[in-house]
């Protein structure tokens, strides 16, 4: 194989392989993960610096870490990915991708949060295979502008829970993700679920996403939620690097809501998922599309 | 860390370093080089085995979140005595050209047949999504998997595409 004689990039791996590196050296090459010297189960450990809480992996295993000396599994916490009351529907942080796309309510006025949350839930790129692995509390502690998990979380006005060294805490899932990547987690504290109120659960949904790609990574994403009172919530996601949330005590017209997001004066991602402009742009039409639904 | 992995039926203890994922456990601690490891990063498929019955991709879980549980490789789909139609099928279609991507593909395939008997060509696509090959163009790939529903079902239907006896690795063009 010559690599990179015809322009193409090999990954260096398989470029590795070609290369006939022997059993050791390939040892010492083949994971990223080269910092790492401890894997423990998270109920057993006292975190530390170096630690990683370990959720589906998806992220973590991707690329290298290093910074990264500990994976303490959250899997052994053993917690039921998905439970419901009268009150509402709380998701584990192990719950993963796919275990939320299979669930179906017990009370069947949670059904359109249960619709909206499987679509979310097809909206990571990603094959079944990654869904089979990758969790909820990952997806919203990655904090990825295009985290779908954001998006469902905050249009649905849910509250994620978060543990620390001796304290507990809960903030609006909508507050949590503060930019690109970025977070209210403090050093070592944990997201152990993320609550949803009934009062949401039950509203009327809607959802539009996009991407440059039929299975592409999201550019922008618009969810929608109208109560029974007709109180209105839009979230996007996706185009902008942190959840830009809308609140309307009536429904409003695509126009009021238009000019509510850009009092918010959106900063719009720039980036191979798409240019700012057009982000911008799908945004407005996306929230037209959305009110539509929620109306129709 | 030592674990207990059991791999297509056989169980196999072994001493590993906590970052070791199961890859590459597979590939250089058990020797079954049969799952490929191609990007390292969740994206190629490549690496597709069943963990618990589940796909998964095995650059993406540690060998030692596999202690005690049952992982399934391409090494398992034949019997000494037979192919798995999958793998009969990949041949009769020319679902292959380096093979590089086929392992995760018939890893996917057999789970999808498992589980829907009868897929549409779409739902095939949809099955074998972020599984990438770089030779094919899938076109095979998909006409494969329909010919092993076909086989497996007993059925002598058409396969989109592929009329019978056309096309199939081996055959002879018929002459004019
Ligand atoms: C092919 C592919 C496509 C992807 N597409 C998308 C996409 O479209 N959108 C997107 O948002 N992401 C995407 N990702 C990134 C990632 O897979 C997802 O965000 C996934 O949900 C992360 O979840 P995980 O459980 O695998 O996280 P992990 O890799 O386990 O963890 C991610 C980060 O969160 C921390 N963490 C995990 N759980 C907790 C917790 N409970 N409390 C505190 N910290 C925690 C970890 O320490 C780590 O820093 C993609 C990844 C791949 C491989
Ligand atoms: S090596 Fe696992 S997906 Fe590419
Ligand atoms: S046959 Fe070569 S990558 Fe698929």
Same mark, same amino acid.
């Given at each position: 194989?010559?690599?990179?004689?015809?322009?193409?990039?090999?990954?260096?791996?398989?470029?590795?392989?070609?290369?006939?590196?022997?059993? *050791?050296?390939?040892?010492?090459?083949?994971?990223?993960?080269?910092?790492?010297?401890?894997?423990?189960?998270?109920?057993?450990?006292?975190?530390?610096?170096?630690?990683?809480?370990?959720?589906?992996?998806?992220?973590?295993? !991707?690329?290298?870490?290093?910074?990264?000396?500990?994976?303490?599994?959250?899997?052994?916490?053993?917690?039921?990915?998905?439970?419901?009351?009268?009150?509402?529907?709380?998701?584990?942080?192990?719950?993963?991708?796919?275990?939320?796309?299979?669930?179906?309510?017990?009370?069947?006025?949670?059904?359109?949060?249960?619709?909206?949350?499987?679509?979310?839930?097809?909206?990571?790129?990603? !094959?079944?295979?990654?869904?089979?692995?990758?969790?909820?509390?990952?997806?919203?502690?990655?904090?990825?502008?295009?985290?779908?998990?954001?998006?469902?979380?905050?249009?649905?006005?849910?509250?994620?829970?978060?543990?620390?060294?001796?304290?507990?805490?809960?903030?609006?899932?909508?507050?949590?993700?503060?930019?690109?990547?970025?977070?209210?987690?403090?050093?070592? *504290?944990?997201?152990?679920?993320?609550?949803?109120?009934?009062?949401?659960?039950?509203?009327?949904?809607?959802?539009?996403?996009?991407?440059?790609?039929?299975?592409?990574?999201?550019?922008?994403?618009?969810?929608?939620?109208?109560?029974?009172?007709?109180?209105?919530?839009?979230?996007?996601?996706?185009?902008?690097?942190?959840?830009?949330?809308?609140?309307?005590?009536?429904?409003?017209?695509?126009?009021?809501?238009?000019?509510?997001?850009?009092?918010?004066?959106?900063?719009?991602?720039?980036?191979?998922?798409?240019?700012?402009?057009?982000?911008?742009?799908?945004?407005?039409?996306?929230?037209?599309?959305?009110?539509? *639904?929620?109306?129709? | 860390?030592?674990?207990?992995?059991?791999?297509?039926?056989?169980?196999?203890?072994?001493?590993?370093?906590?970052?070791?994922?199961?890859?590459?456990?597979?590939?250089?601690?058990?020797?079954?080089?049969?799952?490929?490891? @191609?990007?390292?990063?969740?994206?190629?498929?490549?690496?597709?085995?069943?963990?618990?019955?589940?796909?998964?991709?095995?650059?993406?879980?540690?060998?030692?979140?596999?202690?005690?549980?049952?992982?399934?490789?391409?090494?398992?789909?034949?019997?000494?005595?037979?192919?798995?139609?999958?793998?009969?099928?990949?041949?009769?279609?020319?679902?292959?050209?380096?093979?590089?991507?086929?392992?995760?593909?018939?890893?996917?395939?057999?789970?999808?047949?498992?589980?829907?008997?009868?897929?549409?060509?779409?739902?095939?696509?949809?099955?074998?999504? @972020?599984?990438?090959?770089?030779?094919?163009?899938?076109?095979?790939?998909?006409?494969?998997?329909?010919?092993?529903?076909?086989?497996?079902?007993?059925?002598?239907?058409?396969?989109?595409?592929?009329?019978?006896?056309?096309?199939?690795?081996?055959?002879?063009?018929?002459?004019?």
């Amino acid at each position: 194989m010559a690599a990179g004689g015809t322009g193409q990039v090999f990954p260096r791996n398989i470029v590795a392989a070609a290369w006939g590196h022997d059993h *050791e050296r390939a040892g010492a090459d083949r994971v990223d993960l080269n910092t790492v010297t401890e894997f423990a189960p998270a109920t057993e450990a006292t975190w530390r610096d170096g630690d990683a809480w370990l959720g589906g992996g998806t992220f973590l295993f !991707s690329q290298p870490q290093p910074g990264v000396t500990r994976l303490l599994d959250l899997a052994a916490f053993d917690w039921s990915p998905v439970t419901e009351d009268a009150d509402g529907v709380a998701i584990a942080a192990t719950c993963t991708f796919a275990e939320l796309a299979r669930w179906r309510p017990s009370h069947a006025a949670f059904a359109p949060f249960a619709a909206l949350a499987a679509r979310c839930c097809h909206a990571l790129l990603g !094959s079944f295979k990654v869904h089979n692995v990758a969790t909820v509390g990952g997806n919203l502690c990655l904090s990825l502008p295009a985290g779908p998990v954001t998006a469902l979380a905050s249009t649905m006005d849910g509250v994620v829970l978060l543990r620390g060294r001796g304290e507990s805490r809960g903030m609006p899932a909508a507050d949590f993700v503060t930019g690109d990547g970025r977070n209210a987690l403090r050093p070592g *504290e944990l997201l152990t679920r993320l609550w949803l109120p009934a009062a949401s659960l039950s509203a009327r949904t809607a959802f539009r996403q996009l991407s440059l790609s039929p299975a592409g990574r999201s550019a922008v994403l618009v969810a929608g939620r109208r109560d029974r009172f007709a109180d209105t919530v839009v979230t996007v996601t996706a185009s902008t690097p942190r959840p830009v949330c809308l609140r309307f005590p009536a429904p409003p017209t695509p126009a009021e809501a238009v000019a509510a997001l850009d009092a918010q004066r959106p900063e719009y991602l720039d980036d191979v998922h798409g240019n700012a402009a057009w982000r911008a742009a799908m945004t407005r039409r996306l929230i037209g599309e959305v009110l539509a *639904e929620l109306a129709s | 860390m030592k674990i207990t992995v059991t791999v297509n039926a056989a169980d196999y203890t072994r001493d590993v370093e906590p970052r070791l994922l199961l890859i590459h456990f597979l590939r250089d601690d058990l020797g079954l080089t049969g799952s490929h490891w @191609g990007c390292d990063t969740s994206n190629c498929g490549a690496c597709v085995v069943w963990l618990n019955e589940t796909p998964v991709k095995s650059c993406t879980v540690l060998a030692v979140m596999a202690d005690g549980q049952r992982v399934n490789t391409v090494e398992g789909l034949a019997t000494p005595a037979r192919l798995d139609p999958v793998q009969e099928a990949f041949a009769a279609c020319h679902g292959l050209q380096c093979g590089f991507c086929t392992p995760g593909m018939m890893m996917t395939a057999r789970w999808l047949l498992d589980n829907n008997p009868d897929p549409t060509e779409a739902e095939v696509r949809e099955a074998i999504s @972020g599984q990438v090959c770089r030779c094919t163009g899938y076109e095979n790939i998909v006409k494969s998997v329909l010919w092993a529903a076909r086989r497996e079902s007993g059925g002598a239907g058409a396969v989109p595409g592929l009329r019978p006896g056309e096309g199939l690795t081996g055959e002879g063009l018929p002459r004019a």
